[in-house]
């Protein structure tokens, strides 16, 4: 998985509701509070104007008793004051005190109760509000805003769904009593004037609140109909992505989020668990001979079966391939292996005319342990160590194995700025005639003289160049300084032996393989018959064809081909009859162990005799006594190499030994 995706991945993962929760409730809020608010206004608006109309109704007052000085000038206009008060609808009374607030003149008998501190003034009358607890309101910048008990607008509802059957435009609804002050010369005529609320105010109300309710109602349900839209996605996008596409069960982005918390409850309870990698080999093997299609049939079947030996507090799930991750509880290592084949036992019965191969790797999850993806990791390390034979194997990983995958990062990190510096050095090796034991050869070796690691064996970096693919640039790294040494001892007119360089199997793919070493030769201006190529017999296994081609170009290019290691492990008969080189190089190991000497020695004597009617010369590496190199003189065996005469040495020495100018 490439970083990026795992990046959108876990982030998605991250994706949370209450936000979208809080703002909801956030937005009803304040809606609620703006629905209130408007309402509000449009009450104080119609409670305003109706103060406004007493207003204007007390102003005619004005002009009647502005002149009045005594209380007898009262008494002769008396009359029109109640006639005042008989043809204004909302008048009810008028009454006058004194300057003193002596009661003067009252039409109905009623005064205002100074005293009550609801007043307030619009323009230049002073209004005061009937006493009642029921109608009381404040004033705030000339705006009149009622409290909550006078006419709220549940109240205002209620009594609208009891009489909106009964109740006309012009109908009294509801009624707010308010004295109005007009000063006089003689004290202060007070107008008691009764603010009736008619049908067609509220209607007006109803209407407009009713409509911003709706207009918040809709956003609302737009709102939350989005929220249970995106849960419903969230869940069904989290199910995917726990989602094995091969299999329909779960995946790795879910073996690790449930491994997880597994592993924590275990720490807690005193659980033990192992996480297990567990690989089908030849997998592709499988798909090749019967489809891409029949090996996930293959997986899904696998997957059904290993499902069933798991129980509610382990774990599993497909990865990738034919690969399996999983989380086993065990009480001790014998009898997790023991498990573990029935496991293999039980996946064999899936194709029962088809053996199936398994590879597994443990790790013993221990106290402290967290991620279960690095745990993992290690499981799969334990069984990439077993190397790819088909019989089943089981690996528990160790301290070991995670000190090697830390040498191979760190391997891989020096690499190339170890070539640029050439860190790399060119060792030597001499390979002695057996005639008259003079140096006739020798094979250029290398060895990784790190800066700070020191001397660094070959058994340590050349398989992992040789996993990674480095080792071609490795190979033309050894061939141009093989060359320009060369170059060099031909310029100083020294004695020149063919040297051999290895060419890797890898190096084997390119068509234009000849042609490329010819080039990094000729650059240094240095005889083809001076360079001796050798290469691996595993390479025969590769691609024939063009190994054969290959070999045949270096030739007629004149180079010399040897083939290195000759029995060490896949030697056929058939590859001397189709290989046209030059050397063949018998393996040590024919020269080792006393128990077998005698056979060994009479199919080198064999294997030499052979050569020599193919035209072949023959070179014994790995000899270590005396008595090996009589045994191959006394067979004609044409070149020896190895720790008798000499180990591999670096350039000086070896000039300085061998190779003294003429």
């Not at 989290?238 to 449930?258: S, W």
């Not at 990674?468 to 060099?488: H, P, R």
Request: include cysteine; proline fraction near 2%.
């Amino acid at each position: 998985m490439s970083k990026s995706k795992d990046k959108r991945i876990r982030r998605l993962k991250k994706t949370r509701i209450w936000p979208s929760i809080l703002g909801l409730l956030f937005i009803s809020v304040c809606l609620g509070g703006i629905m209130l608010l408007v309402i509000s206004f449009l009450l104080t608006d119609i409670v305003k104007n109706k103060v406004v109309t007493g207003y204007e109704n007390t102003e005619s007052l004005i002009y009647l008793l502005e002149q009045v000085k005594s209380q007898e000038e009262i008494k002769e206009i008396e009359e029109y004051i109640l006639l005042y008060r008989d043809m204004e609808p909302d008048v009810e009374c008028v009454a006058i005190l004194g300057k003193d607030n002596a009661e003067i003149w009252s039409s109905d008998n009623k005064y205002p109760n100074l005293d009550y501190g609801g007043e307030f003034f619009f323009d230049d009358i002073k209004v005061y509000v009937e006493e009642d607890p029921d109608n009381t309101f404040t004033v705030e910048d000339d705006n009149i805003v009622f409290n909550a008990d006078f006419l709220s607008l549940n109240k205002i509802l209620q009594v609208f769904e009891e009489e909106r059957m009964s109740i006309g435009e012009t109908e009294e609804f509801g009624q707010l009593k308010i004295w109005f002050e007009v000063p006089l010369s003689i004290g202060n005529i007070y107008v008691l004037t009764n603010l009736k609320l008619y049908a067609y105010d509220l209607i007006a109300l109803v209407v407009c609140s009713g409509l911003v309710i709706a207009i918040i109602a809709i956003f609302v349900l737009y709102y939350l109909i989005s929220l249970l839209h995106l849960l419903h996605t969230t869940h069904k996008t989290t199910k995917v992505i726990y989602t094995d596409m091969v299999t329909g069960g779960a995946n790795q982005l879910f073996f690790e989020k449930k491994g997880n918390s597994l592993i924590k409850r275990a720490t807690r309870r005193g659980r033990k668990y192992a996480v297990v990698h567990l690989k089908m080999r030849k997998y592709r093997s499988y798909c090749t001979c019967f489809g891409v299609r029949e090996g996930e049939a293959l997986i899904e079947r696998c997957y059904t079966l290993l499902k069933r030996q798991i129980n509610k507090k382990e774990l599993m799930a497909h990865r990738e391939n034919a690969q399996f991750a999983l989380l086993l509880a065990y009480d001790n290592r014998e009898a997790l292996v023991d498990r573990i084949e029935k496991i293999e036992k039980v996946l064999n019965s899936v194709s029962p005319n088809i053996k199936l191969y398994f590879g597994v790797g443990i790790y013993l999850v221990q106290e402290g342990d967290k991620d279960i993806e690095q745990l993992y990791n290690n499981a799969l390390l334990a069984c990439d160590m077993l190397g790819d034979e088909a019989e089943n194997k089981i690996a528990f990983f160790d301290v070991e194995m995670n000190n090697q995958r830390i040498w191979e990062r760190k391997v891989e990190d020096d690499m190339s700025r170890a070539l640029a510096n050439k860190e790399f050095q060119v060792y030597l090796q001499p390979k002695i005639s057996t005639a008259e034991e003079v140096l006739a050869g020798a094979e250029a070796l290398v060895r990784w003289i790190h800066p700070k690691e020191g001397f660094i064996s070959p058994n340590k970096f050349i398989p992992i160049f040789e996993k990674n693919g480095y080792i071609t640039k490795l190979d033309d790294y050894m061939l141009e300084e093989v060359a320009s040494l060369q170059a060099q001892w031909i310029a100083q007119k020294r004695k020149i032996v063919p040297i051999s360089v290895n060419i890797s199997r890898a190096h084997f793919t390119r068509s234009d393989l000849a042609a490329h070493i010819s080039s990094i030769v000729d650059k240094y201006q240095v005889p083809h018959n001076v360079i001796e190529l050798e290469l691996t017999e595993s390479a025969f296994f590769d691609d024939k064809k063009l190994l054969l081609n290959t070999i045949k170009q270096l030739r007629e290019s004149g180079f010399s081909v040897s083939m290195d290691d000759f029995g060490a492990g896949y030697s056929s008969l058939n590859s001397l009859k189709e290989m046209q080189i030059d050397v063949l190089k018998i393996d040590a190991d024919f020269f080792r162990g006393a128990d077998e000497e005698e056979r060994g020695m009479l199919i080198v004597s064999e294997v030499i005799d052979l050569a020599k009617k193919l035209d072949m010369k023959i070179v014994a590496e790995g000899i270590e006594s005396r008595e090996q190199v009589d045994f191959l003189t006394e067979q004609e065996c044409d070149l020896i190499q190895g720790y008798f005469f000499a180990k591999p040495m670096p350039v000086a020495e070896f000039v300085e030994k061998y190779n003294e100018a003429q």
